[in-house]
């Protein structure tokens, strides 16, 4: 098995979740890059964000309504498209998908 790198997009609100999501992932060899650890303090936050996912074999997509709210995943996911990574969606909770999450 292939260790594979992955970019955890997500509402924050949802962190108890993806903390347990990342933690399943690490445990089975793979590395999970979450803002909450992954980003320093005197990073600039927009440049860590782009960069992670630049480096990313699959961004994983936490769907909640939550998620489909946040202007910031959407974000994520529209980098994500650009630079043609994977985009595995996992479904927390039924969530319509909005805008560009949809369309991607």
Known sequence: ???VHA???YSRRDNEFVLRLVNILEENGHDAWLDTSDI???EEWRRSIVGAIRAADIVVL???PRSMAST???REITVA???KRRILPVVLERAELTGSIRYE
């Open 1 to 3: 098995m292939c260790a």
């Open 7 to 9: 970019f955890m997009s």
């Open 40 to 42: 320093r303090g005197s």
């Open 62 to 64: 936490v769907v909640s």
């Open 72 to 74: 910031n995943v959407e």
């Open 81 to 83: 498209a650009e630079e």
